[in-house]
């Protein structure tokens, strides 16, 4: 059986400032200008890093009177954590068996 992980997600992840983003909101639910405020990127570069993280489901919105608060679906990070886990217990699971192929 062929163990995968999300290559999209990991590229989406891949990003430093989406990567602080997302370490941001899995803390608290921020706006925008809180985000610019911690993260030091100006608002189109925000709003572009934000439509992609958006768009890969890793983060949801809630509109609260003239600002956008982001949160973040921990259901996606989780999943992606799982695929990690189960790629590590199949590598245990091949060192512990001692599976090796011959040398050619």
């Known amino acids: ?13 891949a990003d430093p400032v989406r990567l602080q983003i997302v370490t941001l909101l ?7 200008t809180h985000l610019i405020e911690e993260t030091g990127v100006r608002q189109t570069n925000l709003s572009n890093h934000l439509k992609v993280l958006r768009e ?7 509109p609260c009177g003239r600002f956008t608060y982001y949160r ?3 259901d996606v ?28």
């Open 77 to 104: 990070i989780a999943s992606l954590a799982g695929q990690f886990a189960a790629l590590a217990e199949t590598a245990r699971a091949t060192t512990e068996n001692n599976v090796k192929r011959s040398c050619p």
């Open 72 to 74: 973040l679906k921990p």
């Open 1 to 13: 059986m062929m163990m995968s992980v999300d290559t999209d997600l990991m590229r989406v992840l």
């Open 56 to 62: 890969a489901g890793v983060v949801e919105t809630e």
């Open 26 to 32: 899995a803390k608290e639910t921020l706006c925008s």
